[in-house]
């Protein structure tokens, strides 16, 4: 269809590759909604274990109250309870199936203090405040290093561009090089 192997191997490859980049970044995008979704999370669960409540009635309520992704995963895990699976093996399932690191922090710290017990409450405002800190400085450091990103992509793009523009201004010098094979 294209007449020109080498821009139908680019097609090609591309055709390949660029499904799984669209599910690497959505799946990215999901996690991080997650993960900023918990932190409010977290301190809503502290609330309702200081309302006396027990864990798997605060999973519940925030399951009810919470966002999608949140409410999805938390929805999930209630209907894994009710259906008999015991709550540290949930609460892993979970965790593998989200993929988020923060979550599996909740989920180590959570298992541990159940079988030794604690304050979960306090746990859980202690990680919550903890993973706060961590996007603010996140957030600095993509600041930060912005101005040396964009440079980056003002001269991986400047070949092509300046390519485009002799290719407007003079298109008999860069006429040879598109049309033999060596040019490619």
């Known amino acids: 269809l294209m007449f020109n192997p080498v821009v139908t191997v680019i097609f090609a ?11 690497k970044f959505y799946r990215k995008k999901r996690i991080h909604k997650f ?3 918990l932190v409010d999370a977290l301190q809503g669960m502290a609330n309702t274990f200081k309302a006396g409540l027990t864990f798997p009635q605060a999973i519940e309520h925030i399951a009810r109250e919470a966002p999608p992704p949140l409410s999805q995963e938390f929805s999930l895990f209630v209907k894994e309870i009710k259906l008999g699976v015991p709550m ?7 965790s593998k199936r989200v993929g988020s690191d923060d979550l599996e922090l909740v989920v ?28 603010r400085l996140e957030g600095k450091i993509d600041a930060l ?26 298109p008999d010098l860069m006429e040879p090089p598109m049309d033999h094979m060596f040019g490619y």
């Open 13 to 23: 490859i591309g055709g390949f590759f660029t499904p799984m980049g669209i599910i």
């Open 35 to 37: 993960n900023v979704q």
């Open 88 to 94: 540290e093996e949930a609460l892993i399932n979970m």
């Open 108 to 135: 180590v710290s959570t298992n541990i203090s159940r079988q030794l017990g604690g304050n979960m409450a306090e746990m859980f405002e202690t990680i919550s405040g903890t993973i706060r800190e961590r996007f």
């Open 145 to 170: 290093t912005s101005q040396g990103r964009m440079q980056g992509w003002i001269v991986a793009a400047l070949p092509l561009l300046l390519g485009v523009v002799l290719n407007y201004m003079r």
